[in-house]
């Protein structure tokens, strides 16, 4: 864990368990901050889970040529499912949206992400 920790790696494998860390000095306001540079690939085919993009605890090179610094799979109502990714810059984010990636073969596009509002959603409820 030492290791992770200076290497700065925003996702750790504990387990078997895939999660996201902050140090503990941050208050919510920085760790908000992480989550600012985001992209997303809807529709992602069912060998992209937790354990082929993070094999014996290390990042796959998909991760790696992405930049991404963390990721969260997300299941939806309908069945499909998406890969969020967490960048630490505007400019990996953006050069990632712009240049398509491959997985397992098929060429996979990322797009821009934000998290949903729901201050708003409950407004209009």
Not at 9 to 14: K, R, S
Request: hydrophobic share 35%; net charge positive.
């Amino acid at each position: 864990m030492l290791k992770c920790y200076n290497r700065e790696d925003w996702t750790v494998n504990l387990g078997g368990i895939f999660v996201r860390w902050f140090p503990a000095s941050w208050n919510l306001s920085e760790k908000k901050q992480r989550e600012k540079f985001q992209a997303v690939i809807y529709n992602i085919s069912e060998d992209m889970i937790d354990t082929s993009l993070f094999p014996n605890g290390r990042p796959h090179q998909f991760l790696l040529d992405s930049w991404i610094k963390s990721f969260k799979l997300v299941k939806e109502v309908d069945s499909s499912r998406k890969l969020i990714g967490y960048f630490d810059t505007w400019d990996h984010i953006s050069t990632r949206i712009n240049n398509p990636q491959f997985w397992n073969n098929v060429q996979i596009s990322w797009c821009c992400y934000s998290t949903p509002n729901f201050k708003n959603l409950c407004k209009s409820a």
